[in-house]
């Protein structure tokens, strides 16, 4: 799904595909820190739950960063923004919020006091 459309080049732009890779590819990048989300999203431990929150923010970041350089305007043109572009960004934050509030069952820990 193309993210940006340049107009100057006749060229969209994806997360896998920019000019001569002037961009990079953010796109696999982001697909590593999404299978690794999910992967610890499933384990049912804490440490696993608290290092999602991690790589979710991390991958926000990352979101964040790319939006910026693949939406900014250069040599006064203004890349044309697509629905991908936005997407990432709006799945980057729904990832964030689905780790922040995990669904785990924590085991009461008997108390070791003794009533009088």
């Known amino acids: 799904m193309p993210w940006t459309y340049h107009e100057d080049l006749k060229e969209a732009f994806t997360g896998y595909y920019s000019h001569e890779n002037f ?3 953010p796109g696999r990048f982001l697909t ?3 299978v690794i989300a999910f992967a610890l999203m499933y384990l049912p431990k804490i440490w696993a739950k608290r290092t999602n929150l991690f790589v979710c923010a991390l991958g926000v970041g990352y979101a964040i960063k ?3 350089l693949f939406t900014s305007c250069y040599n006064a043109y203004c890349p044309e923004k697509k ?3 936005y997407l990432m960004l709006v799945a980057s934050v729904v ?3 689905a780790s922040a509030f995990p669904d785990l069952k924590l085991k009461d820990k008997k108390s070791t006091e003794k009533l009088v």
């Open 23 to 25: 961009y990079g590819k």
């Open 32 to 34: 590593i820190i999404a």
């Open 66 to 68: 790319s939006y910026i």
């Open 83 to 85: 629905a991908g572009i």
């Open 95 to 97: 990832m964030l919020v």
